[in-house]
């Protein structure tokens, strides 16, 4: 079955730095592959979307990386800052007879530290 | 002004009996989805639909049961048959057939069983 993995649950580092963070998928070839971001008890929002054949997406300190080869995408958060405190969620789309519905990730908690 | 609205935000059922939770959008999208959020779990799919009486099984569907009578109405029923109720709900939405763009989350409903 097809499978989206973001390998680390928790990311912890200081105010300024960068952080990035991993989403990996299996069984699968999505075209497209979403960000979100979800604050404690709250709906996840939508951050960037990037297609198979844009190797990179930027918005403002966000920057979204898409490696079809590797099936890897990677989210990284230039300039860290206390308020990017988050749980950031990848997604991609699965279509099948049925129609498409979102699939996501676990979810990698990052912390940003003062 | 647009959105989503799930209610209530917060539920209590005793163990046997059925609940229905509710998710209204006026965003005039046809696609409505609902997810189940367990810590450490990440978002998963219970039911979908893209169009107006027209529903689909997600990964978990088993336990849960969905209508979609209005296009903007799209209410999940957690039946007795459920082993593990307990949990955090979100509806979202999107234009038909999700592939390429974003949704949009409801609040969520935490429900949880007494």
């Known amino acids: ?114 | 002004d647009g959105g989503i609205t799930q209610s209530p935000k917060y539920l209590f059922r005793k163990e046997g009996q059925n609940v229905t939770l509710s998710c209204e959008q006026n965003l005039n999208h046809d696609a409505m989805y609902w997810y189940r959020q367990d810590p450490g779990q990440g978002l998963r799919l219970i039911y979908y639909s893209q169009i107006v009486n027209d529903f689909q099984k997600g990964d978990i569907a088993e336990g849960y049961s969905v209508s979609r009578e209005k296009k903007e109405s799209f209410p999940l029923t957690v039946t007795s048959a459920q082993k593990n109720p307990t949990a955090f709900y979100l509806c979202a939405s999107s234009t038909r057939d999700s592939l390429n763009t974003e949704a949009f989350f409801g609040q969520g409903t935490r429900l949880t069983v007494v």
């Open chain 1, 1 to 114: 079955s097809q499978k989206i993995e973001q390998n680390s649950e928790a990311l912890n580092i200081q105010e300024g730095k960068t952080a990035t963070l991993t989403c990996n998928y299996t069984n699968y070839s999505p075209a497209y592959l979403q960000w979100y971001r979800q604050d404690p008890g709250r709906g996840p929002v939508f951050l960037l979307l990037i297609r198979e054949n844009e190797k990179e997406k930027r918005k403002e300190r966000l920057k979204v990386t898409f490696d079809t080869t590797l099936k890897q995408s990677l989210f990284h958060i230039t300039a860290s800052q206390p308020a990017d405190s988050a749980t950031y969620l990848c997604a991609f789309s699965r279509a099948n007879q049925a129609g498409t519905a979102l699939i996501f990730g676990k979810g990698t908690t990052l912390s940003v530290s003062s």
